[in-house]
């Protein structure tokens, strides 16, 4: 998997090449991309509520239109509501634990929960590229992008 940057005054001329498989495709699927400032993490020693404050307070989003295949779309998609079923379950469990004041059954209930963290993950780093963006808001960084993509997007680039 490769990193790419690109100008975000460039996102229609990004190639036909899906970003997350390499194969060619006329499709496009609209992200967002996140800036997140690193300062308010100086505020934790200090504060956990502060430096989520400072966090939450300097996110920026920026629309990015980015050439992803349909059938890599579907799959995330199709996916996405498996960990919050995984999750949904994992609090029955917990509570049947609770209520019952088994540690074995409150443990199985954690584990679930882990599973659906676990299921999270595993369905964005298969189907997803990480997305950035500058404070600025003009440049892009996509990281988990197929080596086809950066090598289309460095032809294009220089022409």
């Not at 460039?10 to 498989?21: E, H, I, M, N, Y």
């Not at 308010?40 to 404050?53: E, G, K, N, Q, R």
């Not at 995330?76 to 634990?97: D, K, M, N, S």
Request: proline share 5%; glycine share 8%; charged share 20%.
């Amino acid at each position: 998997m490769a990193v790419v940057r690109f100008y975000t005054a460039d996102q229609g001329d990004l190639p036909s090449v899906c970003a997350k498989t390499g194969r060619p495709t006329g499709d496009r699927v609209e992200v967002d991309a996140y800036f997140r400032p690193l300062w308010p993490w100086l505020l934790l020693p200090f504060s956990w509520l502060a430096t989520l404050v400072g966090i939450l307070a300097g996110v920026k989003a920026i629309k990015v239109t980015l050439p992803v295949s349909a059938d890599v779309a579907d799959r995330y998609r199709r996916w996405r509501a498996v960990p919050y079923a995984i999750a949904g379950a994992g609090v029955a469990v917990l509570v049947v634990g609770a209520v019952l004041r088994s540690a074995p059954v409150l443990a199985a209930g954690v584990l679930t929960e882990a599973g659906a963290a676990l299921a999270r993950a595993v369905n964005l780093l298969a189907h997803t590229c990480a997305v950035s963006a500058n404070a600025e808001g003009d440049v892009i960084t996509l990281g988990r992008c197929h080596r086809k993509f950066k090598a289309a997007l460095r032809e294009l680039a220089n022409g």
